[in-house]
């Protein structure tokens, strides 16, 4: 895809950069930063609120992104909220849940997860007198999609898990997961993170038909300060708002005020609309190439880049998940007798850009007894020239070290 890198004015900038980590954030086409840009050029005005031309005209921009967006994920325009990130849509949920969870109840959430798909929860159960119940994962870095038979009962009121991990790249059979929990408590509540999903693979939440499912725009090219927090009409119509303030609310002076419905009731104060215009033009850039061919593109450069290193660093090398074909773009993985931080850190110094850590991912570091892990991930960007230079400075990180 050496025509795509086109669109991505950092590579002018930075001819030899070697960009090894979309799983942290997308690079940003220039479409999107000219969509950020256009609107303080251009309007500058407040959504919801003026009645002049520029507030109008960015009120109407704004609600159409709403539409693409619902439309992109196959739902309806009132099931999608905007959050500043999948952070914030999740404790957005567990906090607006938190009526719901009585003690004795439980919550399931998986070894997998991010922070801001653990830490939320396990709050939330504390705070409530819940208990929080961790699956653990197989050893290609997903969960059993029959999991909910342990771990579900009639207590259960919250079933949270990610689509794809952020460490192992391994997707989740989310739909048979959804429906196994449900068949066994239809009452549960399934919330699935799709941080690493959204831009990488095809997501039909009706599909999926989990109850909510948070994405931020920053992973699938958007800009920064923008993300998605879908939820099911029904259940979005029945629960209260999260913060209080302007831009969602009727009756303030009312002794209960009453707030408007979804999704503006969710929305209060000025939300980052240069954001949500550029995310509208990260759909964009994803349909104009097909998500499917980005996939395809991913799940390819990293079978190469696995094959590639197990080739190179033979039996010093652990891969995490699957050593042959992968599923997605991200890679996991250790060096014997070299710590993580000191391969990114030194890679850094060569222009080339990977993580290392635990990716916000403790309780899967613990689970594997690694301190850390040093992960690559690929997107449509990418090349095989970049697998090439990994793998040429990765070797001088290893020369270094015997
Ligand atoms: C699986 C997963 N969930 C949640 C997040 C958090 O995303 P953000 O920091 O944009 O809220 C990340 C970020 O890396 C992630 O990979």
């Known amino acids: 895809m050496i025509d795509i890198r086109k669109h991505f004015s950092i590579f002018d900038a930075r001819p030899g950069l070697v960009y090894l980590d979309s799983g942290a954030t997308a690079l940003k086409p220039t479409s ?95 705070r409530c007198g819940a208990e929080l119940r961790v699956v653990p994962f197989e050893e290609n870095g997903s969960i059993r999609p029959d999991t909910a038979r342990s771990f579900v009962d009639s207590r259960t009121k919250i079933f949270a898990f990610s689509a794809i991990s952020n460490v192992f790249g391994t997707p989740n059979d989310v739909s048979t997961i959804v429906r196994t929990a449900k068949a066994l408590n239809p009452d549960i509540l399934t919330v699935v993170d799709a941080a690493q999903a959204i831009g990488h693979t095809a997501v039909d939440v009706r599909e999926l038909d989990c109850d909510f499912l948070a994405f931020s725009g920053h992973k699938m090219f958007g800009p920064t300060g923008v993300g998605i927090l879908y939820g099911k009409s029904t259940l979005l119509a029945a629960l209260p708002p999260y913060q209080v303030g302007g831009g969602m609310v009727f009756d303030s002076m009312a002794d209960d005020p009453t707030y408007m419905d979804a999704p503006h009731r969710f929305e209060a104060g000025t939300p980052d609309i240069a954001a949500v215009l550029g995310l509208g033009s990260a759909i964009t850039f994803i349909e104009s190439i097909g998500i499917d061919r980005i996939h395809a593109h991913e799940v390819g450069l990293a079978t190469r880049a696995v094959a590639k290193l197990r080739e190179t660093f033979d039996d010093t090398l652990r891969i995490l998940g699957p050593t042959d074909e992968r599923e997605s773009g991200i890679v996991s993985f250790t060096l014997d007798g070299i ?62 070290f015997t």
């Open 339 to 400: 710590h993580p931080h000191d391969i990114a850190a030194i890679l850094g110094e060569r222009d080339v850009c990977i993580r290392a850590g635990e990716h916000c991912a403790a309780p899967l570091h613990r689970a594997l007894s690694l301190p850390a892990t040093a992960r690559i991930s690929f997107s449509v960007y990418n090349t095989k020239a970049d697998i090439d230079r990994l793998i040429e400075k990765l070797w001088e990180v290893k020369v270094m």
């Open 32 to 126: 999107v930063i000219d969509a950020v840009s256009g609107y303080y050029r251009d309007l500058s005005a407040n959504v919801g609120r003026g009645l002049y031309a520029t507030a109008e005209e960015t009120t109407a921009r704004f609600e159409a992104i709403r539409e693409r967006t619902a439309r992109f994920l196959n739902v309806r325009a009132d099931e999608i909220i905007f959050t500043r990130s999948t952070t914030e849509g999740i404790n957005l949920l567990a906090y607006i849940l938190e009526g719901r969870i009585e003690p004795g109840d439980n919550i399931v959430v998986t070894a997998l997860e991010h922070h801001s798909n653990f830490l939320p929860w396990k709050r939330l159960a504390k």
